[in-house]
């Protein structure tokens, strides 16, 4: 016979897990990982000119990785399709 706790574990899971929102907690993610990939200020930045050059390349560094990272998502979704990613965040969460 299902128990009352058991119905009640089931409801809360299922709340729990459609209640998450994959796409933000990736977002954040990707967003650390490219904080840490990606080096800060440097040398060279002593007058305006230079300061701005800095912050182009830099920007353009995380922009091409968050691309990268994005697409290897995207790999390993087509990859194992019965493993999204967005599922793992989910069961993580």
Known sequence: MISLDWICGQCA?????????PAVIVDKLIEALVDVIVPGKGAGESNWFWRNLRSLERDS???????DIRQELRN?????????????VRYAA
């Open 76 to 88: 390993w979704d087509r990859e194992f399709p019965f493993f999204h990613h967005e599922l793992i």
């Open 61 to 67: 560094d995380r922009i091409s990785k968050e691309l």
């Open 13 to 21: 899971f299922i709340y729990a897990f459609n209640k998450i929102k």
